[in-house]
């Protein structure tokens, strides 16, 4: 992967990220709030499920 690749991937992230404020900011509001709740290995968990998935798309991709 070049540099580029990375930079690519980071723009995607964030206009990705940055879709659900721009939509539905009083209900990414809550859900932020709901998310602040929870406990760290909850969060921990959210996290890996997140990163497992993400992998998994890369290795079919």
């Given at each position: 992967m070049t540099l580029y690749?990375?930079?690519r991937a980071?723009?995607?992230v964030?206009?990705?990220?940055?879709l659900m404020p721009l939509v539905a900011?009083?209900?990414w509001r809550e859900v932020f709030m709901?998310?602040?709740r929870m406990r760290d290995g909850q969060i921990r968990f959210?996290?890996?499920g997140a990163a497992?998935?993400?992998a998994l798309?890369?290795?079919?991709?």
């Open positions: 690749d990375w930079l980071l723009g995607l964030l206009v990705l990220e940055g900011p009083a209900r709901q998310v602040a959210v996290g890996f497992l998935a993400g798309l890369l290795l079919l991709a």
